[in-house]
Nanobody, 116 residues
Framework: QVQLVESGGGLVQPGGSLRLACAAS????????MNWYRQAPGKQRELVAA???????EYAGSVKGRFTISRDNAKNTVTLQMNNLKPEDTAIYYC??????????WGQGTQVTVSS
């Protein structure tokens, strides 16, 4: 079993920045990908940024150039630096972990609200 704990959400004005963090803990797990998803009211959950253990990175088109994902493999942590935030970035952000066994885990979600 793996637990994911997220932090860093909040309210920010348009153009502002936030940094989300996620820490994974548990026994004897080997991580493949650590990702961030988000879900806005009335919309499906969507992939925001993904990063594999080998360093491959993928971003949603809407966040390219504004968001940066990074991870510390030794500490099993992943962060999402979000700059130049827009109202359409408002959503609940979820940390996602995919193990080499194929198991998926989700964090509890953290609210990000971009509003003036």
């Amino acid at each position: 079993q793996v637990q994911l704990v997220e932090s860093g959400g909040g309210l920010v004005q348009p153009g502002g920045s936030l940094r989300l963090a996620c820490a994974a803990s548990g026994r004897n797990f080997s991580t493949n990908a650590m990702n961030w998803y988000r879900q806005a009211p009335g919309k499906q959950r969507e992939l925001v940024a993904a990063m594999t253990s080998g360093g491959y990175i993928e971003y949603a088109g809407s966040v390219k150039g504004r968001f940066t994902i990074s991870r510390d493999n030794a500490k099993n942590t992943v962060t999402l630096q979000m700059n130049n935030l827009k109202p359409e970035d408002t959503a609940i952000y979820y940390c996602n972990l995919i193990l080499f066994t194929g198991e998926w885990y989700w964090g509890q979600g953290t609210q990000v609200t971009v509003s003036s």
